[in-house]
């Protein structure tokens, strides 16, 4: 089984706010890149996630090979049941979804 982390240079995550995460895929290969911008549909992501599709933020940058998802935090960061206060946990998730 192929994971997206086996593909990718880097998967990185991170506050984009209390209210938001980020996660950056950043591939070395264009030729990666664009197969994962034709099969890593936004709504699989949504799914990992357990977030509405609608509420994912997706943005392809080409000239980077990046690939970057927004979504809210399901708790505001520091509250007291936030489990992941930097969103640096979301990587690992997106890193270990298998690829066909």
Sequence with gaps: MTTLGDLVLKVR??????????????CDDPAVY???????????????????????KRFDIPDLRVIK???????IQGAATDRDMHGAQYAALLEELAID
């Design 69 to 75: 998802f927004s979504l809210p935090r399901p708790v």
């Design 13 to 26: 995550s991170k506050n984009a706010g209390p209210f938001w995460v980020t996660i950056d895929v950043f």
């Design 34 to 56: 664009d197969r994962l911008t034709r099969d890593l549909s936004t709504d699989r992501v949504a799914a990992l996630y357990r977030t509405a599709p609608d509420r994912l």
